[in-house]
């Protein structure tokens, strides 16, 4: 089994800052593409930023310039750098990581538990 556990998220007021962590343990052969997501109450969930496992990116634009998501793969972890909050970025953020359990196994795309960002005055 393969579990993402993520940290970081909180109360910050606008303008502020905050970063996610978001770990991945258990079986795990190679990990491709990691992401982030968010939820917020009422809407669905969107995709706010994805890295695969050469490094390239792809963000919402919603988040362009004031996002950046990074990972350390030898530690199977990613980040989710934030700058300039607003309150509508408020939402429950999820991780998720697209994991090859053995050698050419299949892909299964995994999910965190979510962490709570609240972007309030």
């Known amino acids: 089994q393969v579990q993402l556990v993520e940290s970081g998220g909180g109360l910050v007021q606008p303008g502020g800052s905050l970063r996610l962590s978001c770990a991945a343990s258990?079986?795990?052969?190679?990990?491709?593409?990691m992401g982030w997501y968010r939820q917020a109450p009422g809407k669905q969930r969107e995709l706010v930023a994805t890295i695969t496992s050469g490094g390239s990116t792809n963000y919402a634009n919603s988040v362009k310039g004031r996002f950046t998501i990074s990972r350390d793969s030898a530690n199977n972890t990613v980040y989710l750098q934030m700058h300039n909050l607003k309150p509508e970025d408020t939402a429950v953020y999820y991780c998720?990581?697209?994991?090859?359990?053995?050698?050419?196994?299949?892909?299964?795309?995994?999910w965190g538990q979510g962490t709570q960002v609240t972007v309030s005055s």
């Open positions: 258990g079986s795990i052969f190679r990990i491709d593409v």
């Open positions: 998720n990581a697209d994991v090859v359990r053995r050698d050419n196994g299949p892909t299964f795309r995994y």
